[in-house]
């Protein structure tokens, strides 16, 4: 599998390079931005259709809102940059954007 050189497989080189297991399951978050807040119902509707564990985060001092998709896998580029093309396509209707993510570390 060819992987591409980007922000998405440094932050994994760096995980790797920390002894990061990858084969074990992990909470895994990704950041939904709007180009408006809040986001519409119908939205929010669809993501919680597809994806259980869903926050809304509202603005805060210079912070706008966003939303929070969590999913619990074990981490692998294709994951990460399928999962953000999937929420990307699914929110670009309604101003959503997916293109950050992060691993709960324990």
Known sequence: ??????????????????GFDFDKSSIIEFTVEFER????N?????LQQ???DVQLYPPCDDDAGYVVVRIQQPLSYALVSDTQR?????MAPYGGLCDAWGVVLS
């Open 37 to 40: 807040w809040p986001p519409q």
């Open 1 to 18: 599998m060819h992987i591409q050189q980007n922000n998405d497989s440094r932050v994994l080189a760096q995980l790797a390079a920390e």
């Open 86 to 90: 999937q929420l990307t396509r699914l």
């Open 42 to 46: 119908e939205a929010m509707r669809l």
């Open 50 to 52: 597809d994806y259980p």
